[in-house]
């Protein structure tokens, strides 16, 4: 009868201990998906892990932002990516969506900067923005005689003077992209917030404000999914048309194309870097804490990702065009991969 017991305990015991495992037969590779700005930066690191260690390279989707962060979202288990790469910061709505479906203690790394271009091709004119110029001609419904009206402007000149002759035609990513989201906070916001009222609906109302600015036009901007090198190809073939991606594409292309000026400043490593580009904004990855040490080699790839060599001052991400982090940032960053310290909840 003992022995018996002992049997049913053992085997109790065996049962409790395979519960307390994962649910779902671990990947024997990394999976990253999201942002195209970050994807070239994402794969080289996974060119370089492969190399390092001779496991399998991390497989690393281009989904844009907010199709990664959502994928990422879904659900624990090798179903689902480990890793999120984002052009934005995770928004709470989505930290909350990934908390509903058992995602949680997630590991939030800034890796750099980049900075937002509105490219043209190299021969074209010069292009000066302000910030209003690109509200003005760009978002759907603009502040005229005091009311919102459907944008009545069809041409450059239209919007303010100076500007080149030429059509508004705009190509740039779809919604699902963190560059975008970045472009109407950065560039469309903050132009129409040059305008008292804009300002005064804002601070009354939030949420109407961006209801009323954030939409871009449809017959000015042309959405060009998630492959901006498909953008570079468009603007050497359309003369007079612009396109709006991330510095490392204009910085890989400088032979096709050239970059627009935002408020008297024109994008550089040392204007993103210093923040007086008026379209720079911060780059990052997330990183499920359950996954590490479940999924083969995500601790690996993850250390490579903030390690010296990839993303510190002299690293071989910054000849792809990234732009480091300060110094006491990107040590931070490593002590964050050591210590696995998860996010709080965001602010908004």
């Known amino acids: 009868m003992k022995r018996f017991l002992s049997a049913v305990s053992a085997g109790l015991l065996l049962t409790a201990?395979?519960?307390?495992?994962?649910?779902?037969?671990?990947?024997?590779?990394?999976?990253?998906?999201?942002?195209?700005?970050?994807?070239?930066?994402?794969?080289?690191?996974s060119e370089q892990f492969a190399r390092k260690t001779g496991n399998r390279a991390p497989k690393v989707e281009s989904l844009g932002t907010g199709g990664g962060i959502k994928?990422?979202?879904?659900?624990?288990g090798d179903s689902y990516p480990d890793i999120a790469i984002a052009s934005r910061q995770m928004k709470r709505s989505e930290f909350d969506a990934c908390a509903s479906k058992g995602v949680k203690d997630i590991i939030e790394l800034k890796i750099g900067f980049d900075g937002i271009v509105i490219a043209v091709d190299k021969r074209a004119p010069d292009y000066a923005f302000s910030t209003s110029a690109l509200y003005l001609g760009l978002a759907a419904r603009v502040l005229r005689y005091g009311q919102y009206q459907a944008n009545p402007y069809k041409a450059w000149p239209e919007v303010g003077a100076g500007l080149p002759k030429g059509r508004i035609q705009v190509y740039g990513p779809p919604p699902s992209s963190g560059t975008r989201d970045a472009f109407v906070e950065l560039a469309i916001e903050a132009g129409a917030l040059r305008y008292p009222a804009n300002k005064a609906l804002k601070d009354k109302d939030e949420k109407r404000f961006k209801e009323m600015v954030n939409p871009l036009r449809k017959d000015g901007w042309i959405d060009s999914g998630e492959n901006d090198n498909a953008i570079v190809q468009t603007l050497t073939k359309t003369p007079g048309a612009l396109g709006v991606f991330g510095?490392?594409?204009?910085?890989?292309?400088?032979d096709k194309v050239k970059g627009a000026s935002v408020n008297g400043v024109k994008p550089s490593l040392?204007?993103?870097?210093?923040?007086?580009?008026?379209?720079?904004?911060?780059?990052?990855?997330?990183?499920?804490?359950?996954?590490?040490?479940?999924?083969?080699?995500?601790?690996?790839?993850?250390?490579?990702?903030?390690?010296?060599?990839?993303?510190?001052?002299?690293?071989?991400?910054?000849?792809r065009g990234l732009?480091?982090?300060?110094?006491?940032?990107?040590?931070?960053?490593?002590?964050?991969?050591?210590?696995?310290?998860?996010?709080?909840?965001?602010?908004?």
């Not at 307390?20 to 942002?35: E, K, L, N, T």
């Not at 993103?272 to 997330?286: C, E, K, M």
């Not at 006491?328 to 602010?347: D, G, I």
């Open 323 to 348: 732009i480091p982090l300060p110094a006491s940032q990107h040590e931070a960053n490593k002590a964050a991969v050591r210590t696995l310290t998860p996010m709080a909840r965001p602010a908004a």
């Open 270 to 319: 040392a204007s993103i870097s210093d923040g007086s580009y008026p379209l720079a904004r911060s780059l990052f990855i997330y990183v499920k804490k359950s996954n590490v040490g479940v999924t083969k080699g995500l601790r690996e790839y993850v250390t490579e990702f903030v390690s010296d060599a990839a993303t510190g001052r002299g690293g071989y991400l910054k000849d």
């Open 17 to 45: 201990g395979l519960g307390a495992a994962p649910a779902y037969a671990a990947r024997d590779f990394v999976w990253a998906a999201g942002s195209s700005t970050v994807f070239p930066f994402a794969t080289r690191v």
């Open 247 to 254: 510095w490392s594409f204009l910085e890989e292309n400088m």
């Open 71 to 76: 994928l990422f979202c879904s659900g624990v």
